[in-house]
């Protein structure tokens, strides 16, 4: 079974992620800094006229798109990973805020601690300079580098039909 269909050059300084795939935005924002686009709102109508990177699950609106388009067939998020390592993002070069896509700055964890209003158990931390978020190096932190490094192990048949 085919996991993913890719048409068009992928352009990954510009990426619109379709209103069913919240996670991948995260994960895309979050593991790779990419410049994700990504809201409940965005319509077909736009996404099928973006100059932009399209990934959608919408069969219709993957055959409707003239422009650059990835068409994900599988359930497997670990795969979603593998399909984006397999484009070249490369995976903890940059990071930006998973939930509005912000700019991460580093910032004393002192600082996010009394922003948060607990004890941060980690030596570094991060603030966005768009929405105010805090991040820190936590639990979480070593299941994302598992996700990685499991997508890094796994095979995506990703068809390329131009």
Known sequence: MVDCLLK???HLDCIYVDSMLGWLARMLRIL????VVYS???KDAELAE???FVVTRDKDLFRRRRGPTLLIATDDHVKWVAAFLKMGLRPFAKSACPVCGGTLV???CEEAERAVGHKIRSHRCWR???CGRFYWVGSHWRGLRRLVEEAEKTTVDCLDIG
């Open 50 to 52: 973006t100059e932009c």
């Open 8 to 10: 068009g050059n992928p």
């Open 106 to 108: 580093e910032v004393s």
């Open 32 to 35: 790779f800094g990419a410049p």
């Open 40 to 42: 409940a709102e965005l």
């Open 128 to 130: 966005c300079v768009s």
